[in-house]
């Protein structure tokens, strides 16, 4: 694709404002008082933003996921997002920070230059997608941090109901390894495959949504269906818990978003209009299509709908307009929803809480369309010459790469932890209840 000087510098804005550009600079601290700024609102506004991400895990997926379940395993879920979160943010700290973002060149990692984190202190900076400002490199750390936690998280979904708890830990930890890290290095790194073929991911579209949509399809078709699927009653236990969760998400996301510029400007406020808009598009789409094609609108469109939005826009929070958004987000709804609604049953597998359906097509539609949207003809940031066929190929390309890595990835992880563990619990504690036979205990009394 050829682009002038200042289409080249929009898209390494846009990269570059998602905050995943190596420039960790380790200047003494002298050195940085005169050539680095670091201003206190955007550090401040970056803390926020890393605990909103925080907040989309625990509480807000755990509820989200724990809502959708029978009573009987609602704990469960609460259990595999938590324990998940909390073992990824060691991993992370140990060596996961390094693999991804090391200052490595290679293509595919980060090297291990900064295993346990060594040479940061509280005086090394992170770049941000201004020149000379930047923020802590600590605070970058963390922000990222809470991007890998949630992604396992997200697969669980998939085969919720069915897996063993020995597996699921197992799985999650040799996962972000063999999947996570290297994507997210391609991705976000300026030495990474995929930076280097000039992909667009504002925020996650494909390290975190596609990533996490593909290997929940691998997990569900491996694992197989849960007893008694087609057959049984398996409607969520509670819409409630599953809106407040959806809700957390949606505030969540926000950070997720608008933290992804690492900065407090306009750019922020750009990722932020567009969480907004794309989100209430998908909803509107979502509970439309039930409406006209089985006669009602659901709560459980309405909050499947919401999360097909925030998903789409992702990858395209920091570089489309919030009209683009509305259109983008009513777009994804729309696939998502013939994906969960037709696709899963026409091929009878069982993914229990529609990850690959939502996060999945969400993240390739959202990916994709970033190519189309960011066009200034339609709103968006690209510059005069940019080109929309151009960008979609490439945008293709990036989804085609996170795809194959993902899977053949997945099912090779899936398969040992299968050798080594077993992945799915025995027919007498499914029938009971992962809550009971793995935990213990019950989330509810009566």
């Known amino acids: ?32 008082e005169t050539v ?15 605990i909103l991400v925080l907040f989309m895990i625990v509480p807000g997926l755990a509820l989200f996921y724990g809502g959708l379940v029978r009573t009987k395993n609602m704990l469960s879920v609460l259990m595999q997002c938590t324990m998940i979160a909390a073992m990824v943010m060691v991993i992370w700290v140990v060596y996961g920070y390094s693999m991804a973002f090391g200052g490595g060149t290679g293509a595919y990692w980060g090297g291990l230059g900064k295993v346990f984190l060594a040479g940061v202190t509280p005086d090394s900076m ?33 085969f919720a109901e069915r897996i063993k708890f020995s597996a699921v830990m197992l799985f999650s930890a040799l996962w972000v390894t063999v999947v996570y890290f290297p994507v997210a290095h391609m991705v976000w790194d300026a030495s990474g495959l995929i930076f280097n073929i000039g992909a667009l991911d504002f925020a996650g579209g494909t390290v975190v949504h596609i990533n996490a949509g593909i290997a929940a399809l691998i997990g569900a078709l491996m694992i197989g269906p849960r007893i008694g699927y087609g057959r049984d009653m398996m409607a969520p236990h509670s819409m409630t818990l599953t809106l407040v969760g959806a809700g957390i998400l949606w505030v969540g996301w926000f950070g997720f978003n608008a933290g992804s510029n690492l900065e407090a400007n306009g750019g922020a406020t750009l990722a932020m209009i567009n969480t907004f808009t794309a989100t209430a598009g998908a909803i509107l789409a979502w509970a439309g299509l ?4 089985r006669g009602k609108a659901s709560m459980l469109g309405a909050a499947s709908g919401m999360i097909s939005g925030l998903v789409a826009v992702t990858p395209a929070a920091g570089s489309i307009g919030p009209v683009g958004a509305i259109v983008l987000g009513a777009i994804a709804s729309g696939v998502c929803y013939y994906f969960v609604a037709v696709v899963k049953a026409r091929f009878d597998y069982d993914d229990s809480l529609d ?19 960011t066009s200034p003809a339609l709103g968006g940031m690209g510059g005069e010459d940019f080109s929309i066929a151009s960008q979609v190929v490439i945008q293709a390309k990036a989804v085609g790469i996170t795809v194959i890595w993902c899977a053949i990835g997945s099912a090779v992880l899936f398969k040992l932890v299968d050798l080594v563990l077993g992945l799915r619990v025995d027919v007498e504690a499914e029938r009971l209840g992962l809550d009971v036979s793995s935990h213990g205990e019950s989330a509810y009394h009566s």
């Not at 929009?10 to 905050?19: E, H, N, Q, S, Y």
């Not at 750390?141 to 949630?150: D, L, S, V, Y």
């Not at 039930?290 to 094609?293: G, K």
């Open 355 to 373: 990850v690959f359906g939502i996060h999945g097509i969400g993240g390739i539609v959202g990916a994709i369309g970033t190519g189309i949207f």
């Open 126 to 158: 992170a770049a941000t997608f201004t020149d000379g400002v930047v923020i802590p490199e600590y605070l970058f750390i963390a922000f990222q941090m809470t991007f890998a936690a949630i992604t396992p998280a997200l697969i669980v979904g998939a």
């Open 290 to 293: 039930e409406a006209v094609l």
């Open 1 to 32: 694709m050829s682009r002038n000087t200042s289409q080249r510098k929009m898209i390494m804005r846009v990269l570059a404002g998602a905050g995943f550009l190596a420039g960790i600079a380790s200047v003494p601290a002298a050195a940085q």
């Open 36 to 50: 680095q700024v670091m201003d206190k609102g955007d550090v401040a506004w970056m803390m926020i933003a890393t």
